[in-house]
């Protein structure tokens, strides 16, 4: 069970990641509601 948790966390941070970094590219503005985004579903997964 501690390796399905683990992997689900992974692929959740690397995939907001790769948003922010190409919304940092575009806009800073942009960047910056990427990144609430990507923080909301971290803090709701335990």
């Not at 922010?20 to 335990?46: F, L, M, Y």
């Amino acid at each position: 069970m501690s390796n399905e948790r683990t992997d689900d966390a992974d692929e959740t941070e690397a995939k907001p990641t790769i948003t922010i970094a190409e919304r940092n590219s575009g806009r800073d503005e942009r960047s910056k509601e990427t990144i609430t985004i990507a923080e909301k579903p971290n803090v709701e997964k335990p």
